[in-house]
């Protein structure tokens, strides 16, 4: 989906409605932000991992962040850490940096 997509389909939609991503497993998520990513193949082959991982150099595209919900002592650091962190940056925190492209 373009962004030019999304704009469209979200013009049909009253413009006082809350926009929501998906939850872990499920359920829904507050949107809080957004974020210019490259995209290329997800290296993780697990069914729950996405289609595509970060990649220096890859596809442009925007990434809409949701706010996972957690116990509330610990959803003001992982809020703080989305606000701050990029894709990549979490992407080498979570894996080896050698299995990185």
Same mark, same amino acid.
């Given at each position: 989906?373009?962004?030019?997509?999304? =704009?469209?389909?979200?013009?049909?939609?009253?413009?006082?409605?809350?926009?929501?991503?998906?939850?872990?497993? %499920? +359920?829904? %998520?507050?949107?809080?932000?957004?974020?210019?990513? &490259?995209?290329g193949p %997800?290296? %993780?082959?697990?069914?729950?991992?996405?289609?595509? +991982?970060?990649?220096? +150099?890859?596809?442009?595209?925007?990434?809409?962040? +949701?706010?996972?919900?957690?116990?509330?002592?610990?959803?003001?650091?992982?809020?703080?850490r989305l606000? &701050?962190?990029?894709?990549?940056?979490?992407?080498?925190? =979570?894996?080896?940096?050698?299995?990185?492209?």
């Amino acid at each position: 989906m373009t962004v030019a997509e999304l =704009i469209s389909l979200l013009q049909t939609h009253d413009a006082d409605l809350r926009v929501v991503v998906a939850g872990y497993e %499920n +359920g829904f %998520n507050d949107v809080v932000g957004f974020e210019p990513v &490259t995209l290329g193949p %997800n290296i %993780n082959r697990e069914w729950w991992s996405g289609e595509f +991982g970060t990649l220096e +150099g890859g596809e442009p595209a925007v990434f809409i962040k +949701g706010m996972p919900r957690e116990a509330p002592e610990i959803s003001k650091s992982i809020k703080a850490r989305l606000e &701050t962190e990029t894709p990549l940056e979490t992407s080498r925190r =979570i894996l080896k940096k050698d299995q990185l492209p």
